[in-house]
């Protein structure tokens, strides 16, 4: 398991030029890690992530495309990761912080988050994904009034909405988490791993075309933690899933 943290508890955590560049290194450090089944992000000290650094971005020099592209490298690598996704909330999390969340599998918060997409109050238009990941969670009309209006979110309020998967007092929040994690550890990675890239393929696909890629994935599982789990269950034992070839 890895835990990524952003860090930058002075500032809320918002990311500057340099904290992306550490956050693509720390999931491209994960990408190529096999050991790895499951990654936490969670934010330094009281908050998450207060989203980008809008004081860095004004000062840097190089267009703002390349910028913006620079940005969404790290927001779709992270949501393409092969591994479960926890995004582990407390305080705020707004903007490209929210959406960063919004891209991880599963997002637990405690009781005292608060979530805005926050780009309207500064006079910009979603990023991160926000556009793409919305709609699909809370449907169209939401998702604008969500983007339209900016407001501030309770974590309750997120929750009633889709958008957090558990809310839990901060005393319970670090067992919650772990809770989760404990349960991702122990299912079958090439299975979980190819469930993951069913779902996020899905919007563009045809229901024949999903049908097609299920297959594939199955067959992969014959071959893999499927024959682990037909032993286990004659035995009367408990899997220990490994991932790996078994053919």
Known sequence: MARITLNRPDRMNALDREAWGLLHSAISEVKSNPDIRVVVLRGAGANFCAGADVRAASQR?????????????????????????????????????????????FLIATDRARFSQIFARRGLSADCGGSWLLPRIVGMQKAKRLLYLAEMLSASE???????????????????VESLVG???????????????????????S?????????AAQA??????????????????QPVFE???QL
Request: charged share 20%; aromatic share 6%; proline share 5%.
């Open 61 to 105: 020099t190089e267009h703002p495309l390349q910028r913006m592209r620079t940005i969404s490298d790290v927001v779709r690598d992270l949501f393409e990761l092969p591994v479960p996704t926890i995004a582990a909330v407390d305080g705020v999390a707004v903007g490209a912080g929210w959406n960063l969340a919004l891209a991880c599998d």
């Open 158 to 176: 997120a929750y009633a909405l889709g958008l957090v998967l558990k809310v839990c007092a901060a005393e319970a929040f670090a067992d919650e």
């Open 183 to 205: 349960k991702l550890v122990v299912a079958p990675p090439a299975a979980i791993s190819q469930d993951k890239e069913l779902i996020n393929a899905t919007w563009g696909m």
């Open 207 to 215: 229901f024949s075309e999903q049908l097609l890629r299920e297959n």
């Open 220 to 237: 992969v599982n014959f071959a893999t933690d499927g024959p682990i789990a037909r032993r286990a269950i004659a035995s009367g034992e």
């Open 243 to 245: 991932g790996k070839w």
